[in-house]
């Protein structure tokens, strides 16, 4: 066979100038209507969903990925403030194999998670596919009616926001912890995780009401 | 303004009446289109892309001003209803209707008999098991890929041969163009918006669509070993072109060693400490294709000896990347392997019978290859691909 075809359809196509044109919209000046070809999403949550609230008795989970450290040690720390205020914390730690059968196991893990814990942490959107998984587990999170928060690096903040809201939920609450992160050494990781407790709680709508009771 | 028909009364009228679904360019008496309208210029090209990069639509190439006229013109070369939805793309998520991938494929300049094939090759990137959400967000440079085979190859002027990878005169540039203006328009694939690619890739403006010169190839043609004969397209998730040259190799086995060898490097995505699994396609020319065939002639030994050859030492690479693939379970004997098993290496036959060259197609990962058979539609009456 040969792999030149000969006869394209082209003519399927009517040219730039048609002659029918001026009886669908086209006026001499050559102006019409073109259709639009982009698609469109109708349907938003602009709200963030419910506040953690005080942290004491619940369990808070955290979603980690087998490929950021900083996040492992972020998350380490930020377990351990929420234990002092009363708070249970458990982990689950997802890799980028979302697809056939390791996809299938993750995503069974991925609920058996969901449905363990009160609050969900959900990071880390550190790379685009990394920031793709971590919005679409925590619009999981928050579809289930979890108060979720989606952690990301500054860099991926708006491709986060972007995703968010192409997933339906804009509202879905955010903290962005500064970019470059899993660079960086661990006692420097460690510092920015105490300097960001206090904003990711803001974020969460989480109080450490336990741990201010007892300081009381 | 045109009069909407909303989906759904449209398909129920269809039934009724099926021969009216398609008016052609002159129109219906009711508007089966229900995509927004914009008064635009409509025969000055120029004007026309101005006009749709200002809108986010375009790619920067020229794009044909898609009048209701012509829109029309190429449904009528198909036999779908404008309001079927194929399927949903992410990250939008929104319906990919007939209508969205008529009007992004006449902007691109696609014949209207391609119609099939950019819809099968649509339901191949919508299955999860591609992980079209990740390929879209991703920092990596991927694109999927998509090979043809089948009769319609030669219907559709797919290239096969010579520059069959880019470079060859032929409507399939526009084929593979549309299915990328549909990413951006459908999906919502938007650089630094959505899509985080560094560097991108040229794949990403016309895609990467040829065909395997089944012809001349000593082995099955790939779709038919996935389990689907005839015309089809297999999409695969692919990080760019790699090639390899070989000028002195001159068996079978030594082809194989050499092209393995070239492919494993460990800042392949197959090795990516964040991918549990990995698949590969590796085109082969011709000619080598027949000294690899008379020297290993089972493909199940080709693809061994390529997943063998392209594995590295684990301990080649940094300890926190060793330790990472070994918590995945991808360290096995003290090796990491590209793909996850040989069978994941897949083998095509293509390219110019000036040899030489082999081009390899690295894996993003976690996107599983897809096959779909290219269908007419499912009304009678219309035109096939």
Partial sequence: MDNKSSTMAWQAVPPLRHANDNEHGCDRMSRGNVLDPTALRADDIPLPGPDAGPLAGKTVGFRLDEIWRAWDWIADIWADEFRKAGATVTFWRSNQGRTGVEGERLARELEQFLASIDIAVVGLANCGSCTGWTIRDALAAADRGLPTTAVCTAVFEELGRNLAQRGGRSGLRLHVLPYPLNEKQKHEVDAVALEHLPGVLRTMGAELAARQEAVA | ?385
């Avoid at chain 2, 030492?313 to 003290?334: C, F, I, M």
């Avoid at chain 2, 060259?357 to 996107?367: L, Q, V, Y």
Wanted: negative net charge; charged residues 15%.
């Fill in chain 2, 1 to 385: 303004m045109s009069t909407t028909i909303r989906p759904g009364a449209g398909a129920a009228r269809a039934q009724q009446a099926p021969d009216l679904r398609d008016c052609g360019p002159q129109g219906c008496a009711l508007d089966w289109l229900s995509s927004q309208r914009h008064e635009a210029e409509v025969d000055d090209v120029m004007e026309f892309t101005r006009f749709a990069l200002e809108r986010g639509w375009g790619d920067g190439l020229p794009l044909i001003p898609p009048t209701e006229a012509r829109v029309r013109a190429f449904l009528a070369g198909n036999n779908r209803h404008a309001d079927e939805a194929i399927c949903a793309l992410p990250p939008l998520n929104a319906p990919c209707t007939v209508e969205k991938i008529a009007i992004n494929a006449v902007m691109a300049g696609a014949p209207a008999e391609s119609m099939p094939l950019i819809i099968a090759a649509l339901e191949a990137m919508a299955h999860p098991d591609f992980e079209l959400f990740g390929l879209n967000a991703t920092t990596a440079p991927v694109v999927p890929l998509t090979l043809v085979n089948g009769p319609v190859r030669n219907r559709l002027d797919i290239p096969c041969r010579h520059g069959c990878l880019g470079g060859a005169p032929t409507t399939a540039v526009a084929i593979g163009r549309a299915i990328r203006l549909i990413m951006k328009n459908v999906a919502g694939q938007e650089i630094n918006v959505t899509s985080q690619s560094t560097f991108g890739t040229p794949g990403r403006v016309a895609g990467i669509l040829f065909g395997e010169w089944e012809e001349r190839s000593p082995w099955a043609p790939l779709a038919e070993r996935r389990g689907v004969g005839g015309d089809a397209v297999t999409v695969f998730g692919t990080m760019g072109t790699m090639n390899i040259l070989d000028t002195s190799s001159q068996s079978g086995t030594d082809l194989l060693e050499m092209i393995g060898k070239w492919l494993g490097y460990p800042g392949a995505n197959g090795f990516s400490p964040s991918m549990p699994y990995a698949q590969m396609m590796l085109a082969v020319n011709p000619v080598w294709a027949q000294i690899i065939h008379r020297d290993v002639p089972d493909l199940a030994d080709v693809q061994e000896m390529l997943w063998r050859f392209s594995s590295l030492d684990a301990d080649y690479l940094t300890p926190k990347h060793r330790e990472q693939l070994e918590n995945l379970g991808r360290v096995s004997g003290g090796r990491v392997y590209l793909a996850t098993a040989p069978q994941d290496i897949f083998v095509v036959c293509c390219g110019g019978t000036g040899g030489l060259h082999a081009t390899g197609f690295h894996s993003f990962g976690s996107c599983l290859t897809q096959t779909r058979a290219i269908l007419p539609g499912p009304h009678a009456g219309g035109q096939q691909a």
